[in-house]
């Protein structure tokens, strides 16, 4: 299964998807092409050193959304992508990209989901108290971290947690769940049962 990752920042996920594809844990899935929508990120780096295929898509200057997805599609397309993953990737696809991947594009988000959706999940824990919070794995639709759920690792919040300590005990906990996610999907059915969905073996 060719897998398309896009990022946008320092490709922690990523580099965890590369080295459980280094190590013989990524199921059928192979990293094919790694797309960017913010040039000279960190990600780009850990895609080049481990040999992978590279874009840059900005998404400043587009004249659309439409137009921004359409070259997405056209960095994926040469490289045959049956599935897309968001790995850090901080932009809203909408039903013009997803369209073309019907239930083949998922996101890590760190929160457990439907809780604290958008940006910084970890601080809006935080703001509300929570003593569990966590992160989830997640088919993308068209809202924000709304699709249905695949996925999820639990994290406690403990009374001496920074920004900085939760947001390195969830990302431990990302840099598991997603590239085991992706070894499922590589090798089971997905189901869907309405907002309910889960891989067979
Ligand atoms: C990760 O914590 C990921 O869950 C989060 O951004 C970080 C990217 O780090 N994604 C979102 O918040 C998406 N809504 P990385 O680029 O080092 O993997």
Same mark, same amino acid.
Request: proline share 7%; charged share 20%; hydrophobic share 45%.
């Given at each position: 299964?060719? *897998?398309? *990752?896009?990022?946008?920042?320092?490709?922690?996920?990523?580099?965890?998807?590369?080295?459980?594809?280094?190590? /013989? =844990?990524?199921?059928?899935?192979?990293?094919? *092409?790694?797309?960017? %929508?913010?040039?000279?990120?960190?990600?780009?780096? =850990?895609?080049?050193?481990?040999?992978?295929?590279?874009?840059?898509? &900005?998404?400043? @200057?587009?004249?659309?959304?439409?137009?921004?997805?359409?070259?997405?599609?056209?960095?994926?397309? &040469?490289? /045959?992508?049956?599935?897309?993953?968001?790995?850090? +990737?901080?932009?809203? !696809?909408?039903?013009? +990209?997803?369209?073309? +991947?019907?239930?083949?594009?998922? %996101? #890590?988000? &760190?929160?457990? !989901?439907?809780? +604290?959706? @958008?940006?910084?999940?970890?601080?809006?824990?935080?703001?509300?108290?929570?003593? #569990?919070?966590?992160?989830?794995?997640? !088919? *993308? $639709?068209?809202?924000? $971290?709304? @699709? &249905?759920?695949?996925?999820?690792?639990?994290?406690?919040?403990?009374?001496?947690?920074?920004?900085?300590?939760?947001?390195?005990?969830?990302?431990?906990?990302? !840099? =598991?769940?997603?590239?085991?996610?992706?070894?499922?999907?590589?090798?089971? =059915?997905?189901?869907?049962?309405?907002?309910?969905?889960?891989?067979?073996?």
């Amino acid at each position: 299964m060719r *897998v398309g *990752v896009l990022v946008s920042g320092s490709g922690r996920n990523l580099q965890a998807l590369l080295d459980a594809e280094a190590a /013989g =844990r990524l199921g059928r899935a192979r990293i094919a *092409v790694v797309v960017s %929508n913010q040039p000279g990120v960190l990600a780009l780096e =850990r895609a080049a050193r481990a040999e992978k295929p590279t874009a840059v898509v &900005p998404h400043r @200057g587009q004249p659309s959304r439409q137009a921004f997805e359409d070259a997405l599609l056209a960095a994926l397309a &040469p490289h /045959g992508v049956e599935l897309v993953v968001l790995a850090g +990737f901080m932009r809203i !696809l909408t039903g013009h +990209f997803l369209g073309r +991947f019907p239930d083949r594009v998922v %996101n #890590i988000h &760190p929160a457990l !989901l439907p809780s +604290f959706p @958008g940006v910084d999940a970890q601080g809006q824990a935080l703001a509300h108290g929570v003593k #569990i919070t966590g992160c989830t794995v997640h !088919l *993308v $639709d068209e809202g924000t $971290d709304t @699709g &249905p759920i695949l996925a999820q690792a639990a994290v406690p919040v403990l009374p001496e947690d920074d920004h900085g300590a939760l947001a390195r005990r969830i990302l431990a906990e990302e !840099l =598991r769940l997603l590239p085991a996610v992706v070894a499922e999907l590589s090798q089971g =059915r997905l189901v869907r049962e309405g907002r309910r969905a889960w891989i067979r073996p």
